[in-house]
């Protein structure tokens, strides 16, 4: 009697290993895929920036949509101290996005420039964006979800186009 319980018990055993092997195998697999919405973003970017480099599609696109969609001075109207806000993105060391902040006073022509590393790894790629409908900028926050880390025109379709092509180029950086 005792034989076939400790038979039964082995058999749980090498079931239950079994299935978390096969349920392991099943998850890995997944991540490996790329959706078509990805895929075919991705290739129209390649075509749009004319390069073959993921990666450098998803930059040009970021860095040119924080150009086009710029919060300038002249969008500041009734504002006591109007000032254009420029963003700039580039690459680090691997796994690092440099962010460049250029604050132009008009008024009386001076120049602020910070700057800010973003370490990718370990990080949520999914950036949130907010739009406020009071305001006339939308902020992208970064890894707290709390603090902006880049500001642009109030224009809610562009900072969702940013947070995307943002968050397809953390995934890529987080690929290595």
């Not at 790329?34 to 970021?62: G, I, M, P």
């Not at 642009?152 to 987080?174: G, T």
């Amino acid at each position: 009697m005792r034989h076939y319980v400790y038979q039964a018990i082995r058999a749980a055993r090498w079931l239950t290993l079994g299935l978390i092997a096969a349920t392991s195998f099943s998850f890995a697999e997944p991540a490996l895929l790329e959706s078509n919405e990805q895929v075919n973003y991705l290739s129209q970017l390649k075509r749009q920036h004319a390069t073959t480099s993921d990666r450098t599609a998803l930059l040009a696109e970021v860095n040119h949509l924080l150009s086009q969609h710029a919060l300038r001075a002249g969008y500041q109207v009734g504002y006591s101290n109007p000032q254009d806000f420029l963003f700039s993105v580039s690459l680090g060391q691997p796994g690092e996005l440099l962010i460049r902040e250029e604050i132009r006073n008009t008024q009386n022509t001076s120049i602020e420039v910070r700057s800010k590393r973003v370490n990718v790894f370990g990080i949520d790629p999914f950036v949130n964006y907010a739009c406020p409908p009071q305001g006339i900028r939308c902020v992208i926050f970064g890894e707290d979800k709390k603090t902006a880390i880049l500001t642009i025109i109030r224009d809610p379709q562009a900072a969702k186009d940013l947070a995307r092509a943002i968050s397809y180029l953390i995934r890529n950086l987080q690929r290595g």
